[in-house]
């Protein structure tokens, strides 16, 4: 049973990330996927339980920083956790810090799922984060159905429960959050360019974290919201050079002028 829920789960990554046309997809996984819905406000009065067993909503864990925000299911027998430590291991090679410059927000999709089985999902993915790292910022949430369904359809994040194989289907990727709660960008597939996850989260904090440099890649980069990642523009990069010789130019000019001055007055 392990063996055929993981082949499931190959085919359902290789049809709704590699290929989507209508005539890979088989009829079981229509409407199956991660439509994109940008500048979505998540809702905020959503009810659910946090890794500790306590009630919550999703306004009171918005802290004023920029979110990663992933709807997977913690028993998932292969794609979640790919997702998730996919997801880590971009956020590994950051210099901005989970509970520190964004936070890290999970739903489990599955409304059986118990808090304990979230708490044991959000030790484990800390630890692949860092061994012995804080964990604050980090929330691993369950719920019922009518909240989960109502946070997963104001995202554009639709799936379904196949009783056969007792395995929910569902697409490859997370979203990054405004520090208000709207859909910033996607990020699809199981494995993320670091740059791609950093610079939307540079986005999403309204220009708020990152260094002057992500400020350049942003000049230069466009989000492509079809791929889900972050493509150098010709146009831009096109621009920044020609505002880059005007700057060399114009520095030029000044220590031209004030070198032949300083020739003049020593003659003088």
Not at 41 to 48: E, T
Not at 69 to 86: E, R, S
Not at 123 to 133: E, F, G, I, T
């Amino acid at each position: 049973m392990k063996l055929l829920r993981s082949l499931l789960c190959l085919l359902l990554f290789s049809v709704l990330v590699c290929g989507d046309t209508a005539a890979l997809r088989p009829k079981y996984l229509e409407g199956v996927g991660i439509f994109q819905n940008l500048n979505a406000q998540v809702p905020l009065q959503a009810q659910f339980t946090d890794e500790f067993g306590r009630p919550t909503t999703l306004g009171r864990l918005m802290t004023g920083r920029p979110v990663v925000f992933a709807l997977v299911y913690y028993t998932c027998p292969a794609l979640c956790d790919q997702i998730l430590h996919g997801m880590v291991s971009a956020m590994r090679q950051l210099t901005l810090r989970p509970g520190h410059d964004y936070d890290v927000i999970a739903i489990s999709i599955n409304p059986d799922e118990k808090p304990s089985e979230g708490a044991e999902k959000r030790m484990n993915v800390v630890n692949a984060y860092l061994p012995n790292s804080p964990m604050d910022g980090w929330h691993f949430l369950t719920g019922n159905e009518k909240n989960i369904r109502m946070v997963a359809d104001a995202v554009g994040y639709h799936y379904r429960y196949d009783p056969a194989t007792k395995m929910f289907f569902h697409g490859a990727g997370f979203m990054v959050l405004t520090p208000e709660g709207r859909v910033a960008r996607y990020l699809y597939g199981i494995t993320y360019e670091p740059k791609d996850l950093k610079l939307a989260l540079v986005e999403a904090s309204n220009h708020k974290i990152g260094s002057p440099v992500d400020e350049i890649l942003l000049f230069c980069c466009k989000y492509n919201a079809v791929t889900g990642k972050y493509d150098l523009t010709v146009l831009a990069l096109l621009r920044a050079a020609a505002a880059l010789t005007i700057l060399l130019m114009a520095a030029g000019f000044v220590i031209m002028v004030r070198r032949t001055k300083r020739i003049r007055e020593h003659r003088a």
